[in-house]
């Protein structure tokens, strides 16, 4: 980062400046001093030169208005600019709001409290509340539109400095004594801020200031320190949030008076003074940090006392008050940036996200693309390729050091564990160093590269790709590397600050001067230097002859690295410090091609250097990138103008480079001078253009030289238009092919006709279709794949397009057995398309798929079809170890399901009982267990209809019917002799629905139907508990006055085993309560006589009132077939006990 003066405006009558602020988004300046004076200053930059941009455009005061209203000192001025409004107050209390209209500043509210002087005022982050402080200990809380919110008086303290924190819920105030106190935004306190960076310091201090960014551009990186406290004896600490007890801590070692953070939070400013070493008096100085504490740069800035600094919005200029001037200091600052193969890379936080945003703008064809890194450290570049260094996580010590291409796809990621803070890069290696030790890696890239650098690659290879060396180590080169990242952790006295590299050498800067040597591929430490300064940037030149300096404070040296020259005590020693300096430098870069050629920044300039030489300066564009021509380039290009060729390839002789030869070629070419230009080409080396000048000879018409010459310099339509001239229309074709401009192409293809054309029309509207595929624009490559008949780029962007019909449509419309189909029949499956999967798989004759796919997506019933059908005998087991597996899980129903899916109806009724009998045996809800009899009953009835429907297929055409259904029930008997529910599978539903019948009947008052359904629970005593049944009974009888069967019931429980002898003792005390009173003998003996008889002439029972059916007319339910007498069925829209439709 640097930092030089660029501006002064003095005040007018020596009037002492006392406050100072910028106002972020309109860029006013407002300052404040003795005698009420105020003022508010805007800098313009106006030019006509569009080349004179940001730092370098010369700025004028285009606003410069005096405030008139106090008449006091001014002692604070606070910006709010989502309200467009300044707030100001003196020595006497009085504030002032002042807003903009028209132009102009005019007053728009006045308030004095008559008692106290204002010590400091903060509008919040979004501009709505304001939080004034008097020096008495009053607080005020107001709105923006003037409304006073809340007021509280701190007593016995006085205030001096308050803030906001980013999300207005707390205010931090500083007291006069150097405490912090944390309060809440309705005035409660919280508690004392501990304040780290005071410990072991004596005497009184106060507080410099405080300054809590509050996020409005993004954050360095997540978690990032952003409140800074300082204090006047220039103790300094910076924290993560208010109660953060590891803040960052900074000693600046001098008298602060103000501080603030620039718009991005990212560097703070401290301005104060410093004793000067050599002088007894103070020089007021500017010192820059990171959030991390780093320390970036210091600002030394004349006259006698700094009263306040303010950052411009776009953290590019700074401004200080100092006596009666407002100095501005411009600030170039380490933007994240790096050029490689046409494109810039850079990044910058948002706020939007945590993240850094990585632009890499191609700037040949105007194309972005963005990536988002964490905790990125630096972007350093070389040839095609970029590395990004970012921090592995926010609590892990790691470090990653990422290779890109030029659109941000990342090739290879290398974790470190040291951090780097200084990255090297060429063609072969990645070179970074920690303060301690640096790393080297040789990355691979699949990229042509020459038989030398291969010869050296694999030299170099037995070597290991990465290895580790300490700044203090002295390696030879010989030695196999190791990456031994113990070596890293030894500290040194002499940390490294900078580092540089070419092919061949590798440069360490150390803070002392030291310069170590080292040779590359197989780094051994070559040579070592002493320069007598400490070095903030290094640069090699294209042959590593020559090494740029540029220090601490912008001082730009150079020095021969290989020059040997005899030094004052008579040594010979290697390496001289050459004669040229520049100050104010705070960028350089040297030529590719020439090593004694190179481009310097200093202050707003730019200047190309030859041999230590100045050519003219020039103003870089900040906006864009400019190619400038160096001079001797452009001189040529104006002899070749106006003299001709052979004076200027005379010149270029005299002053040869290989880009001026090539000028020389591109000028003979032009003229169709092929011998000039062979020549030049020769002398280029390039091999192509030689190639080229031959091909040309070769060729008899002039307009066709003409033509391919127009193609070589990349006047493309002129060629085409020459080519179509001379009616080659096939050449005109052909050079767009080479240009890949299949649009171009499929017109021209349309202007003529030809067999040949047809296939490669198929290709154009291929290579279109690809064109549009590549942009995610699936709809316009699907029309020009259907017209290339290209059915497996149709099938992907069918699939992306969501297009299922029209991938059906495509599947059906391939021949069987096509390469495509198995593809097209995945790509139903990811999506959960069985039916339309299995056909392609089906036709594609891969059986064994279409079963997988849908025992995948669980259509179990389609993949046992599907296995019966192809003769596959695992489903079987297959579906039972799934089964087995489900079941090992306790998900029964789950696996009932699965059988169910699969009709494999028998294994899901047997599962479902099983289920209904556990229910039963907890005695779970009587309904409940009826509907699980009642589902494994309907099983039981589709595996019945199941068995019947297979004995029909296999006896289709050998007798009736009634054949066919009685072999189904023979074959089901043999099936199921293991298990004899099969027979009387409503049994446990029919239990139960009587069961619930007979006691809804007898809440309901119904208690002789009651009575009579109850008799029937007599039989299912296997299936309810005796006690139960015999208890129903019991009290239904008795409501009914049926003594008689109440008595056998009572005598039934009193003989259950399963009872204990206390409970029959209360069945036969009850009894015998009853029986005293009653004579067991029932009233109507006639109506109960069939249902107490039974025996083999039973008659039906109605499922609807539980009375039998005497009548010849009755319903019967087609499913579980019970009956219903015809009078109640009317009363019913589905089967009482199994609920399937009456209809």
Known sequence: MFFYLSKKIAIPNNVKLKCISWNKDQGFIACGGEDGLLKVLKLETQTDDAKLRGLAAPSNLSMNQTLEGHSGSVQVVTWNEQYQKLTTSDQNGLIIVWMLYKGSWYEEMINNRNKSVVRSMSWNADGQKICIVYEDGAVIVGSVDGNRIWGKDLKGIQLCHVAWSVDSKVLLFGMANGEIHIYDNQGNFIMKMKLNCLVNVTGAISIAGIHWYHGTEGYVEPDCPCLAICFDNGRCQIMRHENDQNPVLIDTGMYVVSIQWNHTGSVLAVAGSQKAVAQDKDVNTVQFYTPFGEHLGTLKVPGKHMSALSWEGGGLKIALAVDSFIYFANIRPDYKWGYCSNTVVYAYTRPDRPEYCVVFWDTKNNEKYVKYVKSLISITTCGDFCILATKADENHPQFVLVLCNSIGTPLDPKYIDIVPLFVAMTKTHVIAASKEAFYTWQYRVAKKLTALEINQITRSRKEGRERIFHVDDTPSGSVDGVLDYSKAIQGTRDPICAITASDKTLIVGRESGTIQRYSLPNVGLIQKYSLNCRAYQLSLNCNSSRLAIIDISGVLTFFDLDARVTDSTGQQVIGELLKLERKDVWDMKWAKDNPDLFAMMEKTRMYVFRNLDPENPEHPNKDYIINFEIRSLRDSRALIEKVGIEDASQFIEDNPHPRLWRLLAEAALQKLDLHTAEQAFVRCKDYQGIKFVKRLGNLQSESMKQAEVAAYFGRFEEAERMYLDMDRRDLAIGLRLKLGDWFRVLQLLKTGSGDA???????????????????????????????????????????????????????????????????????????????????????????????????????????????????????????????????????????????????????????????????????????????????????????????????????????????????????????????????????????????????????????????????????????????????????????????????????????????????????????????????????????????????????????????????????????????????????????????????
């Open 757 to 1143: 054309d047809d296939s490669l029309l198929e290709q154009a509207h291929n290579a279109i279709g690809d064109y549009f595929a590549d942009r995610q624009k699936w709809l316009n490559a699907v029309q020009y794949y259907v017209q290339g008949r290209n059915q497996e780029r149709l099938a992907e962007c069918y699939y992306m397009l969501e297009d299922y019909e029209g991938l059906e449509n495509l599947a059906n419309s391939l021949p069987e057995h096509h390469k495509l189909l198995p593809e097209i029949a995945q790509m139903f499956v990811r999506v959960g398309m069985c039916e339309q999967a299995v056909t392609a798989f089906l036709k594609c004759n891969q059986p064994k798929a279409a079963v997988d796919t849908c025992v995948h997506l669980n259509q179990w019933n389609k993949a046992v079809e599907l296995a019966k059908n192809h003769s596959m005998k695992e489903i079987g087991s297959l579906l039972a170890r799934y089964a087995s597996h489900l079941l090992e899980k306790n998900k029964t129903l789950d696996a009932i399901e699965l059988y169910r899916k699969a009709n494999y109806f028998y294994d899901a009724a047997k599962l479902m009982f099983k289920i209904a009998d556990e229910e039963a045996k907890k005695r779970t809800k009587p309904l409940r267990v009826k509907k699980l009899y009642v589902l494994s009953a309907l099983l039981i009835e589709q595996y019945h209809e199941q068995m019947k429907n297979a004995q029909r297929g296999k006896v289709k055409g050998k007798g009736s019917e009634a054949t066919s259904a009685l072999a189904g029930l023979l074959e089901e008997e043999v099936l199921s002799t293991a298990s004899r529910f099969t027979d009387n599978a409503w049994r446990g539903a029919e239990a139960y629905h009587f069961f619930i019948l007979a006691q809804r009947q007898l809440y309901e008052g119904y208690v002789d139907t009651a009575l009579k359904t109850a008799l029937h629970l007599r039989d299912y005593e296997d299936i309810i508990p005796a006690v139960e049944i015999y208890s129903l009974l019991a009290l239904c009888a008795c409501a009914s006055r049926a003594f008689g069967t109440c008595s056998k019931a009572f005598i039934k429980l009193e003989s259950l085993e399963t009872l204990s002898s206390e409970q029959k003792q209360q069945y036969e005390d009850l009894a015998l309560e009853i029986f005293t009173k009653h004579t067991p003998k029932d009233n109507r003996k006639s109506e109960l006589d069939n249902l107490l008889e039974g025996g083999e002439g039973k008659l039906p029972t109605c499922v609807a009132t539980g009375s039998p059916i005497t009548e010849y007319q009755f319903w019967m339910c087609s499913v579980c077939k019970h009956c219903v007498l015809a009078q109640e069925i009317s009363n019913y829209s589905f089967c009482p006990l199994c609920h399937s439709s009456v209809g």
